[in-house]
C-alpha cells in the first residue's frame, strides 16, 4: 500500500463548480499534512497547510480526519486558473514528505 | 528574493556517462532535499541535507547516485553510468529548517534525458 494515495483523475468542471478532492494515508504517526499544487511542466507550490481543525483560505477549504486518516481539499466556485494537479503531502515525523502522486483538475468554460 | 535555482534547465546524455545536476537553495534555507519525479508519477524522495547533520540518504535509488552539499548552500547531484530508468525530473527543495512544519521551496527542477 502506497504510505499517500490520491485519485488520480482527472476532474472534469465547469466554470463556478465545486470540487472536492480526497488523500488517504497509511502511517498514523503523520504528524502535518500539507496541498500543493503543482502545474504543468512546473514545480510544486504550497497551496495551504492542513491543520485539524480544519482551515479555509479563500474558496479553497481543507480537512484532516485523523480517526480516519484521509485528508480532503474543497475548490469553490472554480476558475479556469485552478486547472492544475492538486498534491497530498504527509510528513511522517522523519523530516521527510511524502508525496501523493497527485489529483489532476481540469475547469472548463 | 531569489528563489530555488536549478541548473541546467535540461540535460540530455547518452547512457553510461555521468552527469552532475546543481541546486542553490534560498540563501539562509538549513534544509536541503532532492526528489525525482518521473513521467505521470509522484515526486520521489532522494536525499536531505540538514545544516551540518550527515544526510538521509535513504531515497537514492542506487550506488551510482550520490550527492553533496557544500558549505551548507549549493547541491550537487550526481548519478554516474547513466540508464533509460534514470530519465526524470529532478527538482530541489530548501526549507528553513526540519520540514515539519516549513513550507519547502521548490526549484524549477533539471529534465534529464538519457538517450
Known amino acids: 500500500r502506497k504510505e499517500v494515495e490520491q485519485d488520480p483523475g482527472p476532474f472534469n468542471v465547469p466554470e463556478g463548480a465545486t470540487v472536492a478532492f480526497n488523500c488517504t494515508y497509511s502511517?498514523?504517526?503523520?504528524?502535518?499534512f500539507f496541498w500543493y499544487r503543482q502545474d504543468c511542466r512546473k514545480e510544486p507550490k504550497l497551496l495551504m497547510s492542513v491543520y485539524s481543525s480544519g482551515n479555509e483560505d479563500g474558496r479553497f477549504t481543507a480537512q484532516l480526519n485523523r480517526a480516519s486518516q484521509y485528508i480532503s481539499l474543497l475548490i469553490r466556485d472554480s476558475k479556469l486558473s485552478d486547472s492544475a494537479t492538486y498534491l497530498c503531502v504527509v510528513n511522517t515525523g522523519f523530516q521527510k514528505l511524502v508525496f501523493g502522486t497527485g489529483t489532476r483538475l481540469l475547469v472548463s468554460p | 528574493g531569489a528563489g530555488v535555482s536549478q541548473s541546467p534547465s535540461n540535460k540530455v546524455t547518452e547512457k553510461g556517462k555521468d552527469v552532475e545536476l546543481r541546486c542553490d537553495p534560498i540563501?539562509?534555507?538549513?534544509?536541503l532535499y532532492w526528489y525525482r519525479q518521473s513521467l505521470g508519477q509522484g515526486l520521489e524522495f532522494l536525499i536531505y541535507f540538514q545544516g551540518n547533520s550527515a544526510p538521509d540518504k535513504s531515497g537514492l535509488p542506487s550506488d551510482r547516485f550520490s550527492a553533496e552539499r557544500t558549505g551548507g548552500s549549493v547541491s550537487t547531484l550526481t548519478i554516474q553510468r547513466t540508464q533509460q530508468e534514470d530519465s526524470a525530473v529532478y527538482l530541489c527543495?530548501?526549507?528553513?529548517?526540519?520540514?515539519?512544519?516549513?513550507?519547502?521551496?521548490f526549484g524549477p527542477g533539471t529534465r534529464l534525458t538519457v538517450l
Open positions: 540563501s539562509g534555507h538549513t534544509a
Open positions: 502511517n498514523s504517526a503523520s504528524q502535518s
Open positions: 527543495a530548501s526549507t528553513t529548517g526540519p520540514s515539519g512544519g516549513n513550507t519547502q521551496y
